[in-house]
Nanobody
Framework: VQLQASGGGLVQAGDSLRLSCAAS????????MGWFRQAPGKEREFVAA????????YYADSVKGRFTISRDNTKTTVYLQMNSLKPEDTAVYYC????????????????WGQGTLVTVSS
């Protein structure tokens, strides 16, 4: 399984960004995909997840209403649309995959992408 994350960059507070995670290497119909982030000096934290089969989603409270996770079955790509970005959203964002339903614990994910940096200036 390979996960390739992209789309990070430097934006101002209030701006939007869309992250992408291209997945390859197997059929993902029984998998869930998650986005996590890690800010300097902090632990990796859950952001959002989606179940590939039925599109069920789950969000961290800190991003609910601002971020939207979605998947494109034809492209086997997962997106994280981030709106109303805040300086505290600054972090390296990672996509991850696990077999089964959505989960919030990083240790429950088996495969990880390389991360993409999002920097939000005030």
């Amino acid at each position: 399984v390979q996960l390739q994350a992209s789309g990070g960059g430097l934006v101002q507070a209030g701006d939007s960004l869309r992250l992408s995670c291209a997945a390859s290497g197997r059929t993902f119909s029984s998998y869930s995909m998650g986005w996590f982030r890690q800010a300097p000096g902090k632990e990796r934290e859950f952001v959002a997840a989606v179940t590939w089969s039925d599109g069920s989603t789950y969000y961290a409270d800190s991003v609910k209403g601002r971020f939207t996770i979605s998947r494109d079955n034809t492209k086997t790509t997962v997106y994280l649309q981030m709106n109303s970005l805040k300086p505290e959203d600054t972090a390296v964002y990672y996509c991850a995959a696990r077999r089964g339903y959505v989960a919030t614990g990083a240790t429950l994910y088996d495969y990880w992408g390389q991360g993409t940096l999002v920097t939000v200036s005030s």
